[in-house]
T-cell receptor, first 114, second 109 residues
Framework: SQTIHQWPATLVQPVGSPLSLECTVEGTSNPNLYWYRQAAGRGLQLLFY??????ISSEVPQNLSASRPQDRQFILSSKKLLLSDSGFYLCAWISNLAGRTEAFFGQGTRLTVV | AQRVTQPEKLLSVFKGAPVELKCNYS??????LFWYVQYSRQRLQLLLR??SRESIKGFTADLNKGETSFHLKKPFAQEEDSAMYYCALKKAGRRALTFGSGTRLQVQP
């Protein structure tokens, strides 16, 4: 069955420190993967998506980057965190089988930049 | 660009009362709309989708293209319905979902 893992669940990092959040999926190949962020009082905003290894599309300009080093691995990174990077980060795998959209989500990471 | 609006951050009702969580969208094409729910300490999961016209856990949602709305309704709320609810839209030709800001439903005993 399809499973999506995301870690860590919570993270407190100082301003200027690097960031690496990892997301892996099981039970499928060549998944379309997404990183969303929810800032306080706002909706889940799409940050990046990837349709395959090495293929990254950015939806909004920002301090973050994403990489897809393996088929079932999607990483969200930053070289130097800003206070405004605080928020709830969610990895998602969205598939479309026979015209039916299915979305699976990681547990999310609550990042606090101090 | 498409947009999903959930005007209420928090909705508090008593057990047995009717519930309506509002969702409005802006999109010039034909959208596919969903409601997702996140219970405490659980992952975000699909509640229902408009194309299925289904009732899940007593919840229903009707797509009203004239009002560009997809409100979630339940005639009699239960305490276990307490959760965060997100309305989401999918554009034709794209897999990415556009989410609203979410509404926290609190059902009090």
């Amino acid at each position: 069955s399809q499973t999506i893992h995301q870690w860590p669940a919570t993270l407190v990092q100082p301003v200027g420190s690097p960031l690496s959040l990892e997301c892996t999926v099981e039970g499928t190949s060549n998944p379309n993967l997404y990183w969303y962020r929810q800032a306080a009082g706002r909706g889940l905003q799409l940050l990046f998506y990837s349709v395959g290894i090495g293929q990254i599309s950015s939806e909004v300009p920002q301090n973050l980057s994403a990489s897809r080093p393996q088929d079932r691995q999607f990483i969200l990174s930053s070289k130097k965190l800003l206070l405004s990077d605080s928020g709830f980060y969610l990895c998602a795998w969205i598939s479309n089988l026979a015209g039916r959209t299915e979305a699976f989500f990681g547990q999310g990471t609550r990042l606090t930049v101090v | 660009a498409q947009r999903v609006t959930q005007p209420e951050k928090l909705l508090s009702v008593f057990k047995g009362a009717p519930v309506e969580l509002k969702c409005n969208y802006s999109y010039s094409g034909s959208p596919e709309l969903f409601w997702y729910v996140q219970y405490s300490r659980q992952r975000l999961q699909l509640l229902l989708r408009h194309i299925s016209r289904e009732s899940i856990k007593g919840f229903t949602a009707d797509l009203n293209k004239g009002e560009t709305s997809f409100h979630l309704k339940k005639p009699f709320a239960q305490e276990e319905d307490s959760a965060m609810y997100y309305c989401a839209l999918k554009k034709a030709g794209r897999r990415a979902l556009t989410f609203g800001s979410g509404t926290r439903l609190q059902v009090q005993p």
